[in-house]
T-cell receptor, first 112, second 112 residues
Framework: QQKVQQSPESLSVPEGGMASLNCTSS?????YFWWYRQHSGEGPKALM?????GDKKEGRFTAHLNKASLHVSLHIRDSQPSDSALYFC????????????FGSGTRLLVSP | AQTIHQWPVAEIKAVGSPLSLGCTIK??????LYWYWQATGGTLQQLFY??????VESVVQLNLSASRPKDDQFILSTEKLLLSHSGFYLC???????????FGPGTRLTVL
């Protein structure tokens, strides 16, 4: 069964610091990655998708994908207290695939 | 603008009782619709997806069923609740032109 491993389980960074989150897919058929963020009591919101090797930057968020190792990372620079949330990596077999597998999540806490 | 509503916001039910949760998407025609379940603080488990009215695909068996009676409506139900059904139920939509899923606010279910 497809598994998506995320690390660390939890992370604490000071305001203004850099947060780095990791995600690895165990199935080579699942190579299309998304990052979602979920604040407490709300539904997740998509941060960004990444389908090609290399970096993708959107504002303070940068994702890096290594397809050979099926590993994707998310780096948040200049972290803000509002970035405190549960971060999920999600993978799919196709860019518009119907079946989506979510990782176990990383809980980020940004301290003022 | 597209809006997604889920009802009820929260529900407390007895073991063995029936359940019906609803989801409505306004402002988008023929969306792909999804149901997810999330244990408190846990990962998201995809339950069902629907590409069109009347057609629903099951992703995992959890003694739940889903139906899509209208283009903009997705219903999750069971005739007999189990304790393990407790959690956060999230509806999501996606259109062919977008790659990420947009989640609703969720329904918190407590089974006692």
């Amino acid at each position: 069964q497809q598994k998506v491993q995320q690390s660390p389980e939890s992370l604490s960074v000071p305001e203004g610091g850099m947060a780095s989150l990791n995600c690895t897919s165990s199935d080579r058929n699942f190579q299309y990655f998304w990052w979602y963020r979920q604040h407490s009591g709300e539904g997740p919101k998509a941060l960004m998708s990444i389908f090609s090797d290399g970096d993708k930057k959107e504002g303070r968020f940068t994702a890096h994908l290594n397809k050979a190792s099926l590993h994707v990372s998310l780096h948040i620079r200049d972290s803000q207290p509002s970035d405190s949330a549960l971060y999920f990596c999600a993978v799919s077999e196709q860019a518009g695939g119907y079946k989506v597998v979510f990782g176990s999540g990383t809980r980020l806490l940004v301290s003022p | 603008a597209q809006t997604i509503h889920q009802w009820p916001v929260a529900e407390i039910k007895a073991v063995g009782s029936p359940l019906s949760l609803g989801c409505t998407i306004k402002g988008k025609s023929s969306p792909n619709l999804y149901w997810y379940w999330q244990a408190t603080g846990g990962t998201l488990q995809q339950l069902f997806y629907s590409i069109t009215v009347g057609q629903v695909e099951s992703v995992v068996q959890l003694n739940l069923s889903a139906s899509r009676p209208k283009d903009d409506q997705f219903i999750l139900s069971t005739e007999k609740l189990l304790l393990s059904h407790s959690g956060f139920y999230l509806c999501a939509w996606r259109t062919g032109g977008a790659l990420e899923q947009y989640f609703g606010p969720g329904t918190r279910l407590t089974v006692l």
